[in-house]
């Protein structure tokens, strides 16, 4: 084991390295396609060879090819963040190479399973009704709850959400022969109650921090129209569920404990690496209903619950052990800090939007990200979008609003700080002046 | 970055300090459910705790609930292990965090993956026709090949699959609403091809190597019926696939080539942690069809491929990193030589088993996979195998073959040596005669 001490040593410090500067590495890669494949043996070796070889790879080869999700100004999507406790519970986590099947082949995963995505929903504020599990990514919960919501209603054929909802939902309806019916939205972009239709579906899926502008259904009507139709009702909260943590945000989580399903991803705002997305349900016994299958080879002579009754996956990693880490290497205390730090810090980006002839806001801003744009053409902001990024100074994405093409900037990494949003906003007007 | 370099230090000697003890561990846990988390707070802490609290409560919490998949005598259901290059790679991923959605979002996860895959095609020995990427597990896997199939046959209700096949053909067919048909076997546990049926079915899932039995369906006959119907076909070798890797093993895979779609576990045999599911097509462009959906926030200026257009989650993590780290360290010749041993071992306890009165070998031996009895009622045998996993020596599992209780012995961690295997043995003729 001597080797795997000394590996071990290096891959830490290979790590930590990477970590310290990271901040200097040009945050989108700037390859080519195909450019990093072809630096790479077509075949595999025949022979063994060391560790260190593979880490010398990572830099003389791979690095040029990763976009630095772990940058202080990666601002695309959402910035996540692998926290070091969470990295390091990943170590553990294969190393114990735990495979949650049944209960028995672990029941310390399934057991801190149920455990830390309890202490989540505690921390979030949902009432104790609600039970969960860890799924890979929020478009496997949603397609899980959606199952879920099928299996309840076999005769019902549609699936509905907002036009500003994420594809997840109508890649499930896809995936399972659903129809999607997309509600409009009212001039916060969201969805209208009053259009939902609720009686012939199987399912709503409402969002609280849509992925596009994070704009918040109206969880509460929303959930009327479900309760008189039967409907089941899925909450999206991919992203920011995790705000819910504080408690002077809850006001947007209103309703969403009468869903039927909710999803959170403390891979998104929560320091977990991916990946780790939680779905809690207030009707397991129909989760259980739709998945469990339990073959004679997996037959045991406990009655214990198994956690694979529940998802589609048969085995599942030791994912509640980073969930766990990091909850308790932050706290409660140290998770608010971190948010409210983000949100201080997008407020302060959207003020200087605000101030600046020749940009301005473009949707209400309920979490960490702005939407802005420069007065101007789409094709301007497109340009300008890919200089920025092109920069290798940080990274933005966009989307669309009301048909004009918008910038994202998303504050979530655990390590941005007040000086890599103003190099951010730097950079904008660097670059916006220059086209 | 102190913490984590100092930190990393703790937990890379707290993992090998695990490795180096885990065969004294009792392999299934003895704990009753819910005792674990009974010993956990139920509620998160409010402020932060150090990172060796947490490892910490692994040793005086956890620990007993912990059945050891890393033990060299796990011989439950498949072994499996985590490898030590393959556990540090798992570091490395954490650390870089990766998210793989778009191929700009990481150009190098990419085109790691499509690489690795194709390592490890070629060292199975398919051919070129064949991409891959990698799914969490082989029910994801067969999931997505099940519903690229019925994209392509939408009108077919009908999933067929063998009657000794994984449940995860089922659990696919259930999901998707589909119809199952279960095909009888001959008296070697092969699916009869002679009544498949398949002018109605949408897929058929041919297994090499099933779950309970290591059973091999005739590939070559059942891809001649699927070509007479334009059935999609799909190849379940979750297990078995790594073996391919050995030529003078090729011969049970005969005629996957044919397949329109592949699964294979380097999770399984090849020594890769949890979770690393292949999963190859030769009609890649069908699993576009199925899954790809590229929303507004999502578009980008390449035009490359992005590999969450071929599967059910948006979002993947950096897994190749470890398959490449694992096929790199070990090397063709180092990953034959661990399977041939495997199969030694079980060719070696097999014949203990065969020559010992009152016991009998249960079916036919192809991989690293002993079925046997001891002669008597299905009961005793029960009973044998649940005083077996009691004494924490050992861990196996059992299936039904023919209606009767057999109980199983799957060598595939890499620890395991003759002496294990031999201390099995005595293990379980110490505890027959005490019954």
Redesign the interface.
């Known amino acids: 084991?001597s080797?795997?001490?000394e590996?071990?040593?290096l891959?830490?410090?290979?790590?930590?390295s990477?970590?310290?500067r990271v901040g200097e590495l040009p945050v989108?890669?700037q390859?080519e396609?195909?450019?990093?494949?072809a630096a790479?043996p077509?075949?595999?070796?025949?022979?063994?060879?060391?560790?260190s070889?593979?880490?010398a790879d990572?830099d003389s080869v791979?690095?040029?090819?990763?976009?630095h999700?772990?940058s202080p100004r990666f601002f695309?999507?959402f910035a996540?963040?692998?926290s070091?406790?969470?990295?390091?519970?990943?170590?553990?986590?294969?190393?114990?190479?735990?495979?949650g099947?049944l209960?028995?082949?672990?029941?310390?995963?399934q057991?801190?399973e149920?455990?830390t995505v309890?202490?989540?929903r505690?921390?979030v504020g949902l009432p104790d009704g609600f039970t969960g599990h860890i799924e890979?990514?929020?478009?496997?919960g949603v397609?899980a709850a959606v199952?879920a919501a099928?299996t309840r209603l076999p005769d019902r054929r549609v699936l509905v959400c907002s036009e500003y909802a994420?594809?997840?939902g109508?890649?499930a309806a896809?995936?399972?022969?659903l129809e999607l019916r997309k509600v409009p939205t009212d001039d916060e972009f969201r969805m209208r109650p009053d259009l939902l239709g609720a009686d012939d579906a199987c399912a709503v899926v409402a969002t609280i921090g849509t992925?596009?502008m994070t704009s918040v259904d109206p969880v509460p009507e929303i959930a009327d129209r479900c309760a008189e139709n039967a409907t089941w009702l899925h909450v999206d909260a991919a992203y920011a569920g995790s705000a819910a943590i504080c408690p002077e945000l809850r006001h947007h989580f209103a309703g969403w404990e009468r869903a039927d399903s909710i999803g959170v991803n403390p891979h998104k705002w929560l320091g977990v690496?991916?990946?780790c997305s939680v779905l809690w349900t207030s009707r397991e016994e129909e989760f259980r209903r739709?998945?469990s299958?339990?073959?004679?080879?997996?037959r045991s002579?406990?009655?214990?619950v198994n956690l694979s009754e529940l998802s589609?996956?048969?085995?599942?990693?030791f994912r509640a052990l980073?969930l766990?880490?990091v909850?308790?290497?932050?706290?409660?205390?140290?998770l608010q800090e971190l948010i409210r730090d983000h949100l201080r810090l997008a407020a302060l980006f959207e003020s200087w939007v605000r101030d600046e002839p020749g940009w301005e806001v473009s949707a209400a801003r309920h979490f960490s990200l702005v939407c802005f744009r420069r007065q101007g053409s789409d094709e301007d902001n497109e340009r300008l979008l890919?200089s920025v990024n092109a920069s290798g100074e940080m990274f933005l994405?966009?989307?669309?609003l009301d048909d004009r093409y918008v910038l994202?900037l998303a504050i979530g990494n655990f390590r941005t700080t007040e000086d890599d949003v103003r190099l951010a906003w730097d950079v904008l007007r660097r670059e916006a002046a220059a086209l």
Not at 84 to 99: R, T
Not at 103 to 109: E, G, Q, V, Y
Not at 397 to 400: A, G, I, L, P
């Open positions: 084991m080797d795997f001490r590996d071990g040593a891959a830490v410090d290979w790590v930590a990477y970590l310290e989108l890669s390859v396609p195909g450019q990093i494949r790479l077509e075949s595999p070796p025949d022979e063994p060879e060391p560790f070889a593979v880490l990572l791979l690095m040029p090819g990763l976009t999700w772990q695309a999507y996540t963040t692998a070091e406790p969470g990295v390091l519970a990943e170590l553990v986590i294969a190393g114990l190479n735990q495979v099947i209960w028995r082949t672990s029941p310390a995963l057991e801190l149920e455990l309890d202490w989540l505690q921390l890979d990514t929020a478009s496997t397609l199952i099928r994420h594809s997840v109508e890649k896809r995936l399972l022969g992925t596009g690496p991916m990946d739709a998945f299958l339990v073959p004679e080879f997996l002579p406990d009655d214990a589609i996956p048969l085995g599942r990693r980073k766990w880490a909850l308790r290497c932050y706290g409660r205390a140290g890919e994405s966009h989307t669309r994202r």
